[in-house]
């Protein structure tokens, strides 16, 4: 499938402004139509975005790589009601907030992410699209976060050869080698490798961000009805943590006469402290038409991961107003961990396609599907502490802790059904109706065996949407969506499962072919959020209601200009609670790239971006926190010669020195800093 057409449906694409660049990679060749379709997040099925009742944002590669994406988390910086690196960059994981609430990750429509720390983060050089789906989505993906979810297109063979190899230099002595080559065998069978090298360090002493990713996939087409295809991956991660959890009095906030700590200061043990991790997936997806009305599709995938997470971080959560154990206010309690994570997990999801009609002016496209997963995490950890000086500290005399023999066991077995019917009346109005039946059971043991929860949740969840085409481009639509999610470990017991509901009302407008503004309201009730609070006690929240609206705008204008606008704002009420982070109210941004051809082979293209990220606030029981607002700048500068490409990437441009986040527990994550990349690309 093309990602080039994507920009008539959705916002972050830049189909037109690709006409006059050199040769895409194959996955962005093909002849675009206005009513082109895709197989997206949102329905599972080929149906045109504007006819979908739900905000979905889909970001082509060719989008967040050329704004300087460097992890998962970078892509979405540029979207509607998405907070991305909420807690600043993180080397160990990918996180994002979808409005105002945790988001959860996945791959090819499978859930990706289980657990904290149990796996290396993907890497999006390796996938062709970033989809974003706001609001509940349990009827289709079964375990669902309640702000929505990111799905991330693995990158398949094409039936055209063709390719690119790059050479990257950037801040902190970054060098990598990327390489991305499809080979066409012929009309039915393709072979694709991706791939990725890298050596670098980071802004952070002592922490690496060291990658070597290798991903082969093949295809079978043997008749045009069939699709075959099977994808690997290897992964090998030597990093590190950039979030070093400094103590909020000392950075944010003065401590006595003490000069402010440098943000970006190391308090572990050099060469000790890291996050390797090596991860194996292998799966694959059989595509079956049965004529014009039917079709089966099957997938399956199998993650092994094995990380070893050594760290060390302050306790400023005794006592967050003032951690310091001296008169001088120097002297702070350090503590040391070491971890090692084994996680495994298996997902299957079939689902068969009915197209039909129940009139003239009637047509349904009827989906049934059942879908399972397993997963097991298994952690062994040990734990010091130490005092030290955190103005000087001595690297030299830190005690490590040994590893523990003993083991942990979290264990998910999920099992579910769902049918959904997207019926089209007078091909002017869509509904989509959905239902769906989950089980899980968790089984949690405790490492030293002392504590054993098994639990059985059952959910029943439902959707429904309209949207209609009302004249001059214009279609309103209304939703309501729920959610469920189970939650893995033993807490202060047996954790009951996150539910939540959303009621959302908006319109699509689409004038023509290369605009598309879509503006939203929505409402959502949950309960059962988790709370993590003094002592590493984990809670449960009980009512919580966000309310907020959205705005995403793109124009592709001639002259090879384009143009993304999008602005989030939520709301969130929470009851019976005394302590939370509440994220960011106000997210806005604007993205604009312009391509000018100079001569038959060489053209030159300019891109600028600025994201405006709100004020948060962290309520506990001894103080409240606000950290401030932030505006950050981005930029791109590219020059085009026949098959060559020679590209500079600016993030935070203006170096801003900035908090992601402090949190009344009493710690601080800081924001990235400037980060230049420069790429040399072949393209054949």
């Given at each position: 499938m093309t990602l080039a057409g994507a920009a008539m449906l959705i916002a972050p694409n830049a189909a037109f402004a690709a006409e006059a660049e050199a040769p895409a990679p194959a996955d962005e060749t093909i002849v675009v139509t206005a009513n082109r379709t895709d197989s997206f997040a949102g329905t599972k099925t080929d149906t045109p975005l504007i006819q979908t009742p739900q905000p979905i944002t889909v970001i082509s590669d060719a989008t967040f790589l050329s704004q300087g994406a460097i992890s998962i988390s970078d892509t979405v910086r540029y979207a509607a009601g998405v907070t991305a690196n909420a807690y600043g960059r993180d080397t160990r994981v990918d996180s994002f907030v979808i409005r105002g609430i945790d988001a959860l990750q996945f791959r090819d429509g499978m859930r990706d992410i289980f657990s904290f720390y149990a796996s290396a983060a993907a890497d999006p050089y390796n996938f062709s699209r970033v989809e974003i789906v706001r609001g509940p989505a349990s009827v289709l993906f079964g375990q669902g976060s309640i702000g929505g979810l990111v799905n991330l297109v693995s990158k398949t063979p094409q039936f055209e050869t063709g390719g690119e190899l790059s050479a990257v230099?950037?801040?902190?002595?970054?060098?990598?080698?990327?390489?991305?080559?499809?080979?066409?065998?012929?009309?039915?069978?393709?072979?694709?490798?991706?791939?990725?090298?890298?050596?670098?360090?980071?802004?952070?002493?002592?922490?690496?961000?060291?990658?070597?990713?290798?991903?082969?996939?093949?295809?079978?087409?043997?008749?045009?009805?069939?699709?075959?295809?099977?994808?690997?991956?290897?992964?090998?991660?030597?990093?590190?943590?950039?979030?070093?959890?400094?103590?909020?009095?000392?950075?944010?906030?003065?401590?006595?006469?003490?000069?402010?700590?440098?943000?970006?200061?190391?308090?572990?043990?050099?060469?000790?402290?890291?996050?390797?991790?090596?991860?194996?997936?292998?799966?694959?997806?059989?595509?079956?038409?049965?004529?014009?009305?039917?079709?089966?599709?099957?997938?399956?995938?199998?993650?092994?991961?094995?990380?070893?997470?050594?760290?060390?971080?302050?306790?400023?959560?005794?006592?967050?107003?003032?951690?310091?154990?001296?008169?001088?206010?120097?002297?702070?309690?350090?503590?040391?961990?070491?971890?090692?994570?084994?996680?495994?997990?298996?997902?299957?999801?079939?689902?068969?396609?009915?197209?039909?009609?129940?009139?003239?002016?009637?047509?349904?496209?009827?989906?049934?599907?059942?879908?399972?997963?397993?997963?097991?995490?298994?952690?062994?950890?040990?734990?010091?502490?130490?005092?030290?000086?955190?103005?000087?500290?001595?690297?030299?005399?830190?005690?490590?802790?040994?590893?523990?023999?003993?083991?942990?066991?979290?264990?998910?077995?999920?099992?579910?059904?769902?049918?959904?019917?997207?019926?089209?009346?007078?091909?002017?109005?869509?509904?989509?109706?959905?239902?769906?039946?989950?089980?899980?059971?968790?089984?949690?043991?405790?490492?030293?065996?002392?504590?054993?929860?098994?639990?059985?949740?059952?959910?029943?969840?439902?959707?429904?949407?309209?949207?209609?085409?009302?004249?001059?481009?214009?279609?309103?639509?209304?939703?309501?969506?729920?959610?469920?999610?189970?939650?893995?470990?033993?807490?202060?017991?047996?954790?009951?499962?996150?539910?939540?509901?959303?009621?959302?009302?908006?319109?699509?407008?689409?004038?023509?072919?290369?605009?598309?503004?879509?503006?939203?309201?929505?409402?959502?009730?949950?309960?059962?959020?988790?709370?993590?609070?003094?002592?590493?006690?984990?809670?449960?929240?009980?009512?919580?209601?966000?309310?907020?609206?959205?705005?995403?705008?793109?124009?592709?204008?001639?002259?090879?200009?384009?143009?993304?606008?999008?602005?989030?704002?939520?709301?969130?009420?929470?009851?019976d609670t005394q302590f939370f982070d509440y994220l960011p109210k106000h997210n806005a941004s604007i993205w604009s790239t312009k391509t000018v051809q100079l001569s038959e082979d060489v053209s030159i293209r300019g891109g600028a971006g600025v994201r405006y990220t709100g004020k948060r606030t962290s309520i506990g029981p001894a103080w409240t926190l606000v950290t401030g607002d932030n505006t950050l700048v981005d930029a791109l500068a590219e020059v085009t010669w026949r098959q060559w490409r020679f590209a500079v990437n600016a993030t935070n441009l203006l170096g801003d020195k900035f908090y992601a986040s402090c949190l009344s527990r009493g710690d601080c994550f800081m924001g990235a800093p400037r980060n230049v990349m420069g790429t040399i690309s072949y393209r054949f």
């Open positions: 230099y950037g801040s902190y002595d970054r060098k990598e080698l990327l390489g991305d080559v499809n080979l066409a065998v012929d009309d039915t069978f393709a072979i694709r490798a991706v791939g990725r090298a890298r050596d670098a360090d980071t802004y952070v002493d002592h922490v690496p961000d060291d990658r070597v990713m290798f991903a082969p996939s093949v295809r079978w087409r043997p008749t045009p009805d069939t699709d075959i295809t099977l994808l690997g991956l290897y992964q090998e991660d030597d990093t590190g943590s950039t979030s070093q959890f400094l103590p909020v009095v000392g950075t944010n906030l003065p401590n006595g006469t003490n000069p402010r700590l440098d943000r970006y200061l190391f308090v572990g043990k050099p060469g000790w402290d890291r996050y390797d991790g090596r991860l194996l997936q292998g799966g694959g997806s059989i595509s079956q038409r049965f004529g014009e009305t039917v079709s089966v599709n099957l997938k399956a995938r199998y993650i092994d991961s094995d990380l070893t997470y050594f760290t060390h971080y302050t306790d400023s959560y005794t006592n967050p107003t003032n951690p310091y154990l001296d008169a001088a206010r120097r002297q702070i309690r350090l503590y040391s961990e070491a971890s090692l994570a084994r996680l495994n997990v298996f997902s299957t999801d079939n689902n068969v396609q009915f197209k039909f009609d129940t009139g003239a002016n009637i047509s349904h496209v009827l989906l049934a599907g059942i879908d399972y997963s397993w997963n097991k995490v298994r952690k062994s950890s040990n734990f010091g502490v130490e005092q030290i000086d955190l103005y000087d500290i001595d690297y030299d005399a830190l005690v490590l802790p040994s590893v523990s023999a003993d083991f942990s066991r979290d264990t998910q077995k999920q099992l579910g059904i769902y049918v959904q019917d997207q019926i089209r009346f007078f091909d002017r109005v869509s509904v989509v109706l959905g239902v769906r039946r989950d089980r899980v059971r968790s089984d949690s043991v405790t490492a030293d065996r002392s504590l054993r929860v098994n639990t059985v949740d059952k959910a029943t969840t439902f959707r429904a949407g309209i949207i209609g085409e009302i004249g001059a481009g214009l279609s309103p639509f209304f939703s309501y969506t729920e959610s469920f999610l189970p939650i893995a470990g033993t807490g202060n017991g047996a954790l009951k499962p996150q539910t939540g509901r959303q009621y959302e009302a908006g319109v699509k407008w689409q004038p023509d072919a290369r605009t598309l503004v879509t503006v939203t309201g929505f409402h959502i009730k949950e309960n059962g959020r988790p709370l993590f609070g003094p002592g590493s006690i984990v809670t449960q929240a009980g009512v919580l209601t966000t309310k907020g609206i959205e705005l995403e705008a793109s124009r592709t204008l001639p002259g090879n200009f384009e143009l993304l606008v999008n602005y989030g704002y939520n709301k969130l009420t929470p009851r």
